[in-house]
């Protein structure tokens, strides 16, 4: 079942959520603990900060709705 289609005090929907948590956990700690490093060794720092600055501009786009012609290119 869509969690959207059950009562948030359901059962189901309390597993679901649990499962969804260890799932994004999961996640988090193999791209902060492997990917996340293994990247920053193959790119450099100033490919990491250039990518940085991409994201920045891009979240502050997104944010006020826009898209420059700078972000277009993600």
């Known amino acids: 079942a869509q969690m959207s289609e059950l ?5 189901e929907f ?15 700690a193999e791209e902060e603990g492997t990917l996340f490093p293994r990247g920053a060794e193959l ?4 490919e990491l900060q250039a990518m940085g600055e991409e994201i920045m501009e ?5 944010m006020s709705g826009g898209m420059n012609t700078n972000t277009a290119r993600m």
């Open 7 to 11: 009562e948030p005090t359901s059962d």
């Open 14 to 28: 309390q597993n679901l959520l649990k499962q969804l948590q260890t799932s994004v956990e999961h996640h988090v």
């Open 43 to 46: 790119l450099g720092e100033a």
């Open 58 to 62: 891009f979240k502050q786009e997104e």
